[in-house]
């Protein structure tokens, strides 16, 4: 049905997508769940159509569509693989547009074409095994030795960190006491300093989550994103955005549940009659689609605001972002009991999307760091905002 915050192009791009998950990625979802398989080669097809970084522009390898249009392609990848959309909002969002802000005109050339294109897999190496929602107390030091910088530290559950061939990593460039006002980013190459470790996930499995050890790294000024120690707000910027692309994983995989359930209940019978003709399931399933356009509603209005520079949509990209994840928990929940022994079963998509859902709470900052930011909002009003 149509909807008012997309438009035309907004919904071709969704039949896209659905139609390349639904010959690529059905075929290896459940392999990638079960052997934690990282699919290389289909992010490089992700790449190729454009839906791995949506939101670079034609000249970096990109389609350049807007922030609403980025949300679209997430939310559909999520529906069939909520571990490709969760890997597909984190590169978008969080590396691509950082590069695009605060980038300089060789680090645009050199690396987003590569990233793009799925030559290159990028990470985002932020939190630490000391500081999650506390990202002003990181501990990675990068010390400014003759003209090089050398970096130290360690970085935790970091998305397709086991495959990276770069790192934005986050690292401090003052004395502790000074926080958020000492953090710089910089682009880290894979190199002999990095060391790897997998970890195993509960769910989001096949993203090569990994802690990351940098022993001496070597970079230059050159590689430094933006200017030394604004790194903070670099990642405050591309969080919020990172809000929406999550939130759009969180409608994709609750879409997901509602197909499998929906069609469940079409074909089971008990008691001598199709579960669809039941009224608790007809009002679970009732419950399950208002939650789900609740959701639409509220990341597409915040992907609306940004892409008219209006700064509300820092509210409602938190707003988004702690509704989507409960009601995905919440809905996954519900899909598993309505398929009851099948859902509890590996061969169901809901049993999947149960265990991936849960990190939505966590993620780009967790429900409590959302309640914050609305709680903050609400008593001195909207922070200062890039557009």
């Given at each position: 049905m149509p909807d008012p915050l997309l438009t035309e192009e907004h919904q071709l791009i969704r039949g896209s997508v659905r139609e390349f998950a639904e010959r690529y990625i059905v075929p290896v979802a459940r392999r990638m769940d079960l052997e934690d398989y990282y699919p290389r080669d289909l992010i490089k097809d992700l790449g190729k159509q454009g839906f791995l970084t949506p939101s670079a522009p034609p000249e970096y390898g990109g389609p350049g569509i807007d922030l609403r249009g980025s949300a679209v392609v997430v939310e559909e990848l999520s529906r069939y693989s909520p571990t490709l959309g969760f890997i597909t909002e984190i590169v978008n969002d969080n590396i691509v547009y950082a590069l695009l802000r605060y980038g300089n005109n060789r680090q645009r050339e050199e690396i987003l074409p590569k990233v793009a294109s799925g030559e290159w897999v990028a990470s985002y190496a932020l939190t630490e095994p000391c500081c999650g929602s506390d990202a002003a107390a990181i501990e990675t030091r990068a010390e400014k030795r003759g003209g090089e910088w050398i970096i130290n530290g360690r970085k935790i559950w970091i998305t397709q960190g086991a495959y990276a061939d770069i790192y934005l990593l986050f690292a401090r460039t003052g004395p502790r006491e000074a926080r958020h006002r000492a953090i710089t980013a910089f682009l880290v190459r894979r190199n002999d300093c990095v060391e790897v470790s997998r970890l195993e996930m509960m769910g989001m499995r096949g993203a090569g989550e990994a802690e990351i050890k940098f022993n001496d790294c070597v970079v230059s000024d050159d590689d430094v994103l933006g200017n030394v120690n604004e790194g903070f707000?670099?990642?405050?910027?591309?969080?919020?955005?990172?809000?929406?692309?999550?939130?759009?994983?969180?409608?994709?995989?609750?879409?997901?549940?509602?197909?499998?359930?929906?069609?469940?209940?079409?074909?089971?019978?008990?008691?001598?009659?199709?579960?669809?003709?039941?009224?608790?399931?007809?009002?679970?399933?009732?419950?399950?689609?208002?939650?789900?356009?609740?959701?639409?509603?509220?990341?597409?209005?915040?992907?609306?605001?940004?892409?008219?520079?209006?700064?509300?949509?820092?509210?409602?990209?938190?707003?988004?972002?702690?509704?989507?994840?409960?009601?995905?928990?919440?809905?996954?929940?519900?899909?598993?009991?309505?398929?009851?022994?099948?859902?509890?079963?590996?061969?169901?998509?809901?049993?999947?999307?149960?265990?991936?859902?849960?990190?939505?709470?966590?993620?780009?900052?967790?429900?409590?760091?959302?309640?914050?930011?609305?709680?903050?909002?609400?008593?001195?009003?909207?922070?200062?905002?890039?557009?």
């Open positions: 707000r670099i990642a405050m910027v591309t969080l919020d955005l990172a809000r929406i692309g999550i939130s759009a994983v969180a409608l994709g995989l609750s879409q997901g549940v509602l197909d499998e359930a929906l069609e469940w209940a079409k074909t089971r019978t008990a008691f001598g009659k199709p579960l669809i003709d039941w009224e608790w399931i007809q009002f679970q399933l009732a419950d399950i689609k208002a939650r789900l356009e609740i959701g639409r509603t509220v990341t597409y209005k915040a992907a609306w605001l940004y892409d008219n520079k209006d700064p509300s949509f820092v509210l409602y990209a938190s707003i988004a972002k702690l509704y989507t994840a409960q009601m995905a928990v919440d809905i996954a929940r519900d899909g598993v009991q309505i398929l009851g022994g099948f859902g509890y079963s590996k061969e169901s998509f809901s049993e999947r999307a149960y265990r991936d859902a849960k990190v939505l709470e966590i993620a780009e900052g967790t429900n409590e760091i959302q309640k914050m930011v609305i709680h903050k909002i609400l008593m001195r009003g909207l922070p200062e905002v890039e557009l």
